[in-house]
């Protein structure tokens, strides 16, 4: 396992998604490279919000990234979109660096090819605006001025996100959750980006909503070729939508495998414990399962340092040597 230990998280596979390959490797779109992000709490106090976040994101994918609130995931999307500058740390996008300071053709390359979905679709909305107004802002940043032209391809994403052209007139106070997300994700989709940050698009919404605004973006996604970072809590939501899968716990990534792999084979305690949650469908298993509890003192990292390494092909855990091998055990390795 030496020479594997060695490679990061993305630096093998020959398989790529969607099929986007190039010299035998997957397609590289977006790079996160010791990534770390720090939040002044008060006092000389600091919050490490990412802690050497290190993944790659491939063309075509769905990469989901789970854990429980505040452990850095949005921080995370946020500061792929530039909402946020990171501490440390670099983010590349098609190979071309979009952390730090960039020039305002670099700035405006992202503002092409990114955009983000909001958690919310109620806060993220203008209230004092029409849909038509929300959406458009989009494409008038990028310079359009036809009102003609705008208003038409307001209208045409609208239909695409299964809404009318004529619910351009109204306010977002006149939609219901999931209706106000559609719209949400009309306003990112308008501009045509390559890669689509999803932060917690559902989890505001009912469950059977939840389930049309999923299908909605998984259609959405291959009838526009994207590449989206998914961004959720609820694990069963993410294995149904996600190729990889990623998990965090406060600010740390602690383990990262395609998703069968990570629901057949889970490594991490943290990654256990988070599985162990996910509700079964029959009451009798429910009543009979399990729950697995995290407790992180359960590491000796004072003594061991971890890192981040491959277990199996493609499948990374965040362990320090001694652990390495109690799970290289588990597994029968």
């Known amino acids: 396992m030496e020479e594997s230990r060695q490679k990061g998280p993305g630096a093998v596979g020959t398989e790529s998604a969607e099929g986007n390959v190039q010299g035998g ?19 000389k106090q600091t919050v490490k919000a990412l802690n050497h976040v ?37 983010i590349l996008f098609n190979g071309k660096k979009i952390s730090g300071k960039l020039t305002r053709a670099d700035r405006e390359y992202i503002t092409r090819n990114l955009a983000m979905i909001f958690q919310d679709p109620i806060s993220s909305l203008n209230p004092r605006m029409t849909v038509e107004e929300i959406i458009a802002e989009g494409l008038k940043t990028r310079g359009m001025r036809d009102k003609a032209e705008l208003r038409r391809q307001v209208s045409a994403i609208l239909n695409k996100v299964g809404l009318l052209a004529e619910h351009g007139t109204r306010y977002p106070h006149e939609f219901s959750g999931g209706q106000r997300q559609r719209i949400g994700i009309a306003r990112a989709l308008v501009v045509k980006p390559s890669f689509i940050i999803a932060d917690e698009p559902v989890s505001a919404l009912d469950v059977s909503i939840q389930a049309q605004v999923i299908n909605l973006l998984m259609d959405i996604k291959k009838e526009m070729d994207l590449t989206i970072l998914f961004i ?102």
């Open 232 to 333: 959720a809590h609820n694990l069963a939501v993410v294995k149904y939508f996600s190729d990889r899968i990623g998990v965090m716990y406060f600010g740390n990534l602690v383990e990262l495998a395609d998703a069968d792999e990570l629901y057949a084979h889970p490594v991490h305690p943290y990654t256990k414990s988070l599985l162990s949650a996910i509700p079964q469908p029959d009451p009798v298993s429910e009543r009979d399962k399990r729950r697995l509890y995290y407790d992180p003192d359960i590491h000796r990292y004072d003594v061991e340092k971890p890192s981040f390494r491959e277990i199996r092909p493609g499948h990374f855990v965040y362990a320090s040597d001694s652990e390495m091998e109690q799970y290289e055990r588990e597994l029968g390795l």
């Open 54 to 90: 290190t993944f790659d994101i491939y063309k075509g994918e769905n990469f989901g990234l789970v854990g429980e609130s505040g452990c850095g995931k949005t921080t995370l999307g946020r500061t792929v979109i530039r909402l946020y500058d990171p501490t440390s740390g670099e």
């Open 25 to 43: 490797q997957r397609e590289k779109i977006l790079e996160i490279k010791d990534l770390c992000m720090d939040f002044s709490s008060g006092k």
